[in-house]
């Protein structure tokens, strides 16, 4: 059935009305328009590009492709799709929904006139419909770095709830007690699992949250650096910042360093790693890691081997992150510290564990 004479059989529609609703003809109904569609998508069929069949699938934004707040996370996912695809010889090509998409198309008809096989999607909180609705079309797609209740969308990321959790924990096991989050601001499902773990340190501890000290952020290394200087200006700033985007790691270790905060000895620093760039940092920061390049890799290929009709039709797969302790968490300073935007630096009074453990560690 891949092609238009054997979709038409399929429908009980002409070969000329499955030409039209295939390349969005105006005169053609709109629920033919949509089983022609389906038929096309369940068949595998994709039409000629030139003289030859596509072996092009697309890494697919919802907006811009490439934007410095997406974090590290982007290029170690593109890493691994390009060995992923290696495997049966395709080629990726990078798409830009908002840009290239038209108004009256579908989606499958907008990845067919683009010559596109199949999807990996790459989305948002406020781009999760369009998953749900390519997957709905049929069309042959992935979602990575995200997770549906819908089961029409295959998908592949990692839960980084329960070791984010852990993180703090490490950091209430060595005696800290006001612990800072630097929270990326794109609420998409991953981060949203850092902050839910950050919240269920606290509440398993019978510790109270100070709204001040969470805190969103540009997952950028001026938002990591801005995210420090805020914070240790305020009148009783945190001993410890769980960070959860790695360039934002890199940029508050960085400002510790411009502004004189030894790390650990005064600043307890827990970050997120997609990759090895904790391995690049002096000292090698503590962090919640998880494989982006696995996801690429196992994504791509499992949509390739799916396309092939090679590998498993559904992938919806949820894999563990791991928290690795390196040299970047220690003990709180007996006397915290603070320092103001002008760069002068204060030692606070010393605070007893017990103290720090009650409400009155709060701010006013």
Known sequence: MKSVRGIAAKVGVSVATVSRALNNHPNVDPATREKVLQAANRSGYIPNVGKRVSTVIGLVYPEEPVRADYGAFDASLLAGILRGVNELRYDVQIISVQRDKRPDETFTQFFMRKGIRGTILRTFERSRAMCIQIAEESFPSVVVADRFDEPSVNFLCCDSRADSRRAVEHLFDLGHRRVALGMHNIPDTDHLDRKAGYEDAHRERGLEIDPRLEVEILATMQGGAGLVTRLMSLPEPPTAIFLTDPLATFGAM????????????????????????????????TAVCQDAEMIGFESARWLTRMIAGQGEPRLRSIRTTMLEINQTTGSPPDRPIRILPDGTRLTLPSVSTTQASSPACQLP
């Open 254 to 285: 960085r400002r510790c360093q411009e502004i004189g905060i030894r790390v650990p000895q005064e600043l307890s620093i827990v970050g997120f790693d997609d990759g090895d760039l904790r391995r690049h940092t002096f000292p090698s920061y």
